[in-house]
């Protein structure tokens, strides 16, 4: 394991060339409640106690991985961005660098990218594709979604759209569309996107194989440490059934294969492992 410089929070080698860089794009608050979803207040009270603030909120890193393989370079997750209004930012209570600058310093050209892959179109993972001004931030770059996911993002669902952005999808929506993924797909050797469903109807996992390891990012089905409980969805998740089913699966085939993981808001102990206990697993942080 290697840390390049303060900007990643941490790397490691997978084996057969492929390397990865967690960058760590800032962070926001979310309600503490509406993240621990229908879980009640009593299990979850004691796990929080350290970041909850005022206003009962959690503070939620946008972790983004930088992956390097023989064949290019793929950026999973491009956080909040650049563009979110100044009122908006206030009231969720951003902070920290976004994408492009943490990037840079992390020694990465976002001229660099080869393909940039997103979890889901919520406005913390796909808020990061445009600059400040509104040109491509990473130009080079194919730009994967799942098309479920685009169609549900553009849609009119009172519901749905709640969490979506819509007028700044639609600025991207061309190049989302000509890239979008039907189903499972290999973004380049080694690196794929998965469909789960769940969060949102089109939310996809990314899966890294290396020859010595293999690194799996669930995106919001696994964004805090008590995601591990496949039963603990947040009450943003739009097809709860669907998280826990798509997690009891993933989950069980990461503990039995030993993949990495890395959660998707995680501010402390963003990389881990899955581990069975009794009907549900745990994760064990490796950093
Ligand atoms: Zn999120």
Not at 13 to 20: K, N
Not at 27 to 46: C, M, Q, Y
Not at 51 to 68: F, M, S, T
Request: net charge negative; proline share 6%; with cysteine.
């Amino acid at each position: 394991m290697t840390t390049l410089n303060d900007a990643v929070h941490w790397s490691a080698e997978l084996g057969g060339g492929a390397r990865v860089a967690l960058v760590q794009a800032g962070t926001f608050r979310s309600d503490a409640g509406a993240l621990l979803g229908p879980v009640p207040r009593i299990l979850w009270d004691r796990l929080v106690q350290d970041e909850i603030d005022g206003e009962h909120r959690l503070l939620q890193a946008l972790n983004c991985l930088l992956v390097e393989t023989p064949g290019g370079r793929v950026l999973v997750e491009t956080g909040i961005g650049e563009r979110l209004a100044d009122k908006a930012r206030g009231m969720r209570g951003v902070e920290g660098d976004p994408i492009v600058p943490t990037l840079r310093r992390a020694g990465f050209d976002p001229a660099s990218v080869d393909v940039v892959a997103v979890s889901h179109l919520h406005f913390d993972h796909a808020g990061g594709i445009l600059t400040a001004g509104g040109a491509r931030a990473f130009p080079r770059a194919s730009f994967v979604a799942q098309r479920a996911e685009w169609e549900i993002a553009l849609g009119e669902n009172p519901r749905l759209v709640a969490s979506y952005d819509q007028p700044e999808l639609r600025l991207v929506r061309d190049l989302g569309l000509r890239d979008a993924a039907d189903g499972e797909r290999e973004l380049l050797p080694g690196v794929s996107v998965i469909p789960t469903g769940g969060h949102s109807a089109g939310h996809q996992g990314v899966l890294v194989r290396g020859r010595t390891m293999t690194l799996a990012f669930f995106g919001d089905l696994c964004m805090r440490p008590w995601s591990a409980n496949p039963r603990w969805v947040t009450a943003f998740d739009d097809f709860p059934l669907d998280s826990v089913a798509a997690k009891a699966s993933l989950f069980g085939r990461a503990a039995d294969e030993g993949w990495t993981v890395v959660l998707s808001h995680e501010p402390v102990h963003p990389v881990g492992r899955l581990v069975p206990d009794r009907d549900r697993f745990r994760y064990e942080p490796v950093v």
